[in-house]
């Protein structure tokens, strides 16, 4: 754990950097990070999702909910080949969406359940582990909180084919439609491919916490 600690510390960094620094190169065909959704959502057919800006960093993301592409204000209003891609990546969100993507489906429907275990996974497990002054812990809340945390698991390990998914739906997109030359399909790519990889460390991490905590629990049960 300690290790994809260290491993996601250093995706996040190098993802931030790479962010920054095609940020930084204009893209040749001119359009904004908003242009680039309206274009990629109209070319797909869909015309009831809205193309809106969300504050912070990164802070991008599609909402089945509402419909609505939100993009950090770097990207609503960004030229660049990072702008392109990120807005091209939540519009492919929404293309799964339209399509009924099954996995977009499966995990929007875990959505409730996870906030839920996600709050009160952590506290169960530490009270069954009796760190919470219950003196050498109860098995069974430890099973409790154990379930709770997996199905934070569950949902992590969804989230990866969605993401990639919808990478793989934007950059299909971009170059198909020659919105990027060869050159910034490229960047669009690895810009892309770094995100993703910020989820499958994420995902790794929490089944090596998972296994951790089912291990102490057959470790206790054993004595």
């Known amino acids: 754990m300690g290790v994809l600690f260290l491993a996601g510390m250093a995706v996040s960094a190098t993802l931030r950097r790479k962010f920054t620094e095609y940020g930084q190169i204009p893209l040749s065909q001119g359009l904004s990070g908003r242009e680039v959704a309206e274009r990629m959502l109209r070319e797909n057919g869909i015309n009831d999702v809205r ?24 990207v ?26 099954s ?10 359940v996870v906030q839920v275990s996600t709050t009160l996974g952590q506290w169960v497990i530490l009270a069954g582990l009796g760190v919470m002054g219950f003196g050498g812990g109860n098995q069974t809340i430890l099973l409790i909180g154990i379930a709770l945390f997996a199905m934070s698991t569950l949902f992590s390990l969804i989230t990866l084919p969605v993401e ?9 997109w971009m170059e ?48």
């Open 51 to 74: 193309v809106t800006t969300s504050e912070g960093f990164l802070s991008d993301h599609y909402n089945p909910a509402n419909k609505t592409v939100n993009l950090s204000p770097d």
């Open 76 to 101: 609503y209003s960004g030229r660049s080949i990072s702008a392109a891609a990120v807005a091209a990546h939540e519009c492919g969100h929404a293309v799964q969406h339209a399509r009924s993507y």
């Open 103 to 112: 996995m977009l489906q499966l995990r929007s429907t875990l959505v409730p």
């Open 164 to 172: 990639y998914d919808a990478s793989a739906r934007a950059l299909k």
């Open 176 to 223: 198909t439609t020659h919105l990027t030359s060869p050159q910034e399909h490229d960047k669009a790519a690895d810009a892309l491919q770094w995100a993703a990889r910020t989820y499958l460390v994420a995902a790794l991490a929490s089944v090596a916490q998972l296994v951790y905590f089912i291990s102490v629990y057959l470790g206790r049960r054993d004595d």
